[in-house]
């Protein structure tokens, strides 16, 4: 990594998500998606995926430009404004905050 290069962050949440507030949650989930992913600065991109063993365990990533710019996010009052009604469904979470170190994607064919 050289001097000042920024180094991409990958942010994990395990969630709970009772059956009974499925739809409810990916409703929420569907109003804030395109609100972060055309306004918040440094946001990449992000998944939400339910769990194939248990249908009440979701993960939901996200990569950002800077861990910086998911910091500033995650303090900001719009941040816990937006994603309120999708907290309200989840019964049980947890984060972990990555930096990418190396990454390897498939080779498109020529």
């Known amino acids: 990594m ?6 991409r962050a990958r942010i994990v949440f395990l969630i709970r998500v009772p ?9 929420a989930y ?9 306004g918040v600065p440094g946001h990449l991109r992000d998944q939400v995926c339910r769990s ?5 365990r979701w993960l939901i990533t996200s990569e950002w430009r800077e861990l ?17 009604p999708m907290r309200e469904c989840i019964t049980e979470a947890s984060s972990l905050r990555f930096t990418v170190v190396a ?7 020529v």
Do not use: C, M
């Open 103 to 109: 990454e390897t994607a498939a080779r498109t064919p």
């Open 30 to 38: 569907e109003k804030i998606r395109y609100a972060v992913a055309n």
């Open 68 to 84: 910086r710019d998911f910091l500033a996010w995650e303090a900001s009052p719009d941040h816990r404004e937006l994603v309120r």
């Open 52 to 56: 194939a063993d248990d249908p009440e």
């Open 2 to 7: 050289t001097a000042g290069a920024r180094t």
């Open 19 to 27: 059956q009974a507030r499925r739809e409810e949650f990916l409703a």
